[in-house]
């Protein structure tokens, strides 16, 4: 399981919409599994199959679970991976992980931005 976890201050509710918004800004469309997860989808998954490595950056499709709990260390909100990018070979897997990592940098400088990030890390 790859995938990104943080740790935040503040209201649960807060955080959650603020990852939330900070996707969909990112492109993704977020299908609400309860109040508290989602699955976040961009990109073609019939361009990352017919295209491979040619999908790119954009059309990769890439898929997160998100979800937001709390802890007595803080609201945690973690970002399990739920594509490879296998379908486009190596090149395709170099993308996804690419994608994915600029997906974590930036809901990782939004929380810092907003003075709320407590930590942060690969699952």
């Known amino acids: 399981m790859k995938g990104h976890r943080f740790v935040v201050s503040g209201e649960p509710t807060i955080a959650r919409n603020t990852v939330y918004a900070t996707l969909e800004n990112q492109g993704f469309t977020l299908t609400h599994m309860d109040d508290w997860s989602a699955d976040a989808e961009r990109g073609s998954s019939g361009a990352s199959i017919m295209l491979g490595a040619f999908a790119g950056k954009k059309g990769r499709h890439v898929k997160l679970r998100v979800t937001c709990q709390t802890s007595p ?37 939004t929380f810092q931005q907003a003075g709320v990030l407590i930590s942060g890390g690969n699952l």
């Open 73 to 109: 260390e803080g609201v945690v909100i973690t970002l399990v991976q739920g594509t490879s990018g296998i379908s486009g070979g190596i090149i395709g897997m170099d993308q996804a992980s690419t994608l994915y990592a600029d997906i974590y940098n930036t809901v990782g400088l």
